[in-house]
């Protein structure tokens, strides 16, 4: 062992002594956290780190994505092939991997000579791409390029040893094709300097770029190469559709406030996040210029968790690794108007909740349900929020609906029909909850009458509550007032209860999200169906409706049926068979739908920042020349008919239910049908 390697062994242990104490310090903060149980279903998560982790599904889902790939594969081969041989043998200089034989080792150096050459290409390439070609939505941070220049030196400096060394005969391995031809062409452009200077060049800028990785990663965006692959073992198995039911007794806190009452998977995922910007290109917010960018909030929750975590773990023993206790004050709280190391109100009560960024984050990080977190806080402990909302509170906790409007009105819409058993007397089959905005909104109510129609069409046995029918208090659980919610979920689930409800239809999908998925929490054990599945259903396969045929329809996939529950397929299938065409599909559908901006209690918010998000998502339906925009939702319906007219479009365009399309369909004379 000569002083070269005495020196390395000893510059290596420090770094990976800086790297240590990093790692276990992140873990520290992390594990201040609150707990929360992620170790159920193990064969699914072993699956989600295989396909998503490992397999990088969702990075390959964007164009560019297949460049990170290859990085990170070719990283991870470069390791096993190059790295560990180089680190050991730079300690005790006659070790190699050669002993696995001259054909295997052969064929590992020849992988590694091309996969090096791979790697430098693409890295190369993502350098370019970040100076010259940048998405808007990647901000331009010095610590991307760091990371990327070290990985071409890294290359530089792999392909430079073993080129320079096969080329003076000193490589145990002849097949490297590339490393050879590298060599060569540096060795032509300086001549004068003998081989063996370059290959110590070559060495020690591969050992010092090395080292300079180990101390680099833990500190910069790159940690992700550990915490994303955590993440996705540890992520939410399926969509965050509902919210933890809180516990109201006395002394306890509602809501976040500070970093450390969030989960531990919370505190993972501030230290996950690629800053890909992904999120932030998938949110109506960000895209529509509001102040909320999923991205930030994840970047600045990190910020405080690198603020506050330090702070705590200081007062404590090293090796202390436990949760903070929830009460502890921390000196800079998670909601606050800086934004530096805060997230401000503004992007607190800018999201609409419709779930793009949780559903496009390439390492699962949950976004918009630490920003619910925080306006529990808001609205429960600090009694902060858009003045808008006080209306809602008080109208929803006085008369059982957000427009608090006398509940007597509320039947009025079925009266006129004279269709529906009424009141609900406990002996039809199915409930149809009408909800507040379909009750109450006169457009709705043409809804409403059209879907009651086609339920009787198909012989379904239904009933309603008429005016005793209650709010199912979505709004007020989105917008964070858990308090009031908990109490309409309890006696709404004791009402159903008494009235023997067993399965209920509704046309609202945030009713149908609420009562499917927060009221299990309150004990509701009643199925729940949305009207586009009972329509469905009772249109049929293979009919077709041609006289509808010259409409042009392009659908817009509600973000609380589609990403919420997964029902996409039913409002296609309804609009192609009610006319004969398959549905027009918008740039941004299904799983990426763009948010029409309703959801999260937006609908009874102002939207005073940059372009208004239906204009936005109506102006992407009429790029597409349709002559209807078919939705499954009250709330889009809504907005898309204010969108319309911000457009001027209402002439020509309209806005409809895809249930009044099948009502349409159905109403035709049979002899017009195309085939029945
Ligand atoms: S839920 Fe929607 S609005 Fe809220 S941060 Fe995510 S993408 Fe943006
Ligand atoms: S939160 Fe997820 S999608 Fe957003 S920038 Fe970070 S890694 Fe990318």
């Known amino acids: 062992m000569g002083v070269e390697n005495v020196v390395f062994a000893i510059v290596f242990i420090a770094a990976l002594a800086v790297f240590a104490r990093r790692v276990y310090l992140l873990l520290a903060m992390v594990l201040l956290g609150q707990k929360e149980s992620r170790l159920d279903r193990l064969k699914d998560r072993l699956e989600s780190l295989a396909i998503y982790g490992f397999g990088q599904r969702r990075v390959v889902e964007t164009p560019f994505g297949i460049n990170h790939v290859i990085l990170f594969w070719g990283f991870i081969v470069l390791q096993l092939l190059v790295n560990i041989e180089f680190i050991v043998s730079a300690v005790f200089p006659s070790f190699s991997f050669d002993f696995v034989g001259p054909t295997v080792y052969g064929l590992m150096m020849t992988s590694a000579d091309a996969t090096s050459a791979i790697v430098l290409v693409v890295a190369i390439i993502a350098i370019?791409?970040?100076?010259?070609?940048?998405?808007?939505?990647?901000?331009?941070?010095?610590?991307?390029?760091?990371?990327?220049?070290?990985?071409?030196?890294?290359?530089?400096?792999t392909l430079g040893i073993h080129g320079t060394s096969a080329s003076m005969g000193l490589h145990r391995s002849a097949h490297l094709p590339v490393s050879r031809l590298?060599?060569?062409?540096?060795?032509?452009?300086?001549?004068?300097i003998p081989p063996s200077l370059f290959l110590r060049a070559f060495w020690w800028l591969h050992a010092l770029v090395l080292v300079g990785f180990v101390c680099y990663i833990p500190y910069s965006k790159h940690l992700h190469l550990l915490t994303a692959l955590i993440n996705c073992f540890f992520r939410r198995l399926s969509f965050p559709n509902t919210l933890t039911r809180l516990t109201f007794k006395k002394g306890c806190v509602f809501g976040v406030s500070s970093v450390i009452q969030l989960t531990w998977k919370d505190l993972c995922d501030f230290l996950s996040c690629t800053e890909c910007g992904r999120c932030a290109a998938m949110c109506p917010a960000t895209v529509t210029g509001k102040a909320l960018n999923p991205m930030e909030v994840i970047l600045e929750g990190k910020a405080n968790l690198e603020a506050n975590g330090m702070e705590i773990l200081r007062q404590r023993s090293f090796n202390s690794l436990e949760k903070a206790d929830e009460s502890l004050q921390v000196k800079l709280p998670l909601a606050g108007a800086s934004g530096k190391g805060q997230i401000t109100p503004e992007a607190v009560w800018d999201c609409t909740t419709c779930g793009a960024c949780v559903e496009k984050c390439p390492v699962f990080i949950e976004q918009f349900p630490k920003l619910l977190k925080v306006r529990r806080h808001l609205v429960m402990e600090k009694v902060v929020f858009p003045p808008e909302l006080i209306t809602l509170f008080e109208n929803v906790e006085q008369r059982s609906n957000p427009y608090g409007i006398a509940p007597a009105e509320r039947d009025k819409w079925a009266a006129r029909l004279d269709v529906v058993p009424l009141p609900w007397d406990g002996s039809a089959e199915y409930l149809?909850?009408?909800?507040?905005?379909?009750?109450?909104?006169?457009r709705m109510r043409s809804v409403l009458a059209a879907i009651v129609e086609i339920l009787k069409m198909g012989g379904i046995s239904f009933g309603i509550l008429g005016r005793d029918e209650p709010c199912c208090g979505d709004p007020l659980r989105r917008t964070g007032n858990?308090?009031?919610?908990?109490?309409?979920?309890?006696?709404?689930?004791?009402?159903?209860?008494?009235?023997?409800?067993?399965?209920?239809?509704?046309?609202?999908?945030?009713?149908?999200?609420?009562?499917?998925?927060?009221?299990?929490?309150?004990?509701?054990?009643?199925?729940?169906?949305h009207h586009t599945q009972m329509i469905s259903a009772i249109l049929g396969r293979g009919r077709s409706y041609p006289d509808m045929a010259k409409e042009r329809v392009v659908v817009h996939d509600a973000c609380y049926l589609g990403r919420y529950n997964g029902i996409y397929e039913e409002p296609r299938r309804i609009i192609e068979v009610a006319t004969g065409s398959r549905a027009i599909e918008m740039r941004r559908t299904r799983r990426e739908s763009f948010c029409c901006g309703a959801g999260g209690g937006r609908l009874w918010m102002h939207e005073s920042r940059g372009t208004r998000i239906s204009t936005e998502r109506t102006r992407q339906a009429l790029a597409e020349h349709a002559s209807i925009i078919a939705t499954s939702c009250p709330y889009c319906l809504i907005m898309f008919e204010d969108g319309l007219k911000d457009e001027g479009a209402q002439g020509e365009v309209r806005a409809m239910d895809v249930s009044e399309l099948a009502l349409a369909a159905l109403r035709m004379p049979k002899n017009s049908r195309r085939s029945d």
């Open 482 to 529: 858990e308090y009031i919610f908990d109490r309409i979920a309890r006696d709404n689930v004791e009402r159903f209860r008494a009235a023997n409800v067993r399965k209920i239809i509704t046309f609202c999908p945030h009713c149908y999200n609420s009562l499917k998925n927060d009221y299990p929490a309150f004990g509701a054990r009643f199925e729940v169906f």
């Open 128 to 157: 370019v791409r970040r100076a010259a070609f940048r998405p808007w939505y990647i901000e331009a941070k010095p610590s991307a390029y760091v990371i990327l220049i070290l990985v071409v030196l890294l290359m530089v400096g």
């Open 432 to 442: 149809l909850f009408a909800g507040c905005v379909p009750s109450l909104n006169p």
């Open 182 to 192: 590298f060599a060569a062409s540096i060795h032509a452009f300086a001549r004068n």
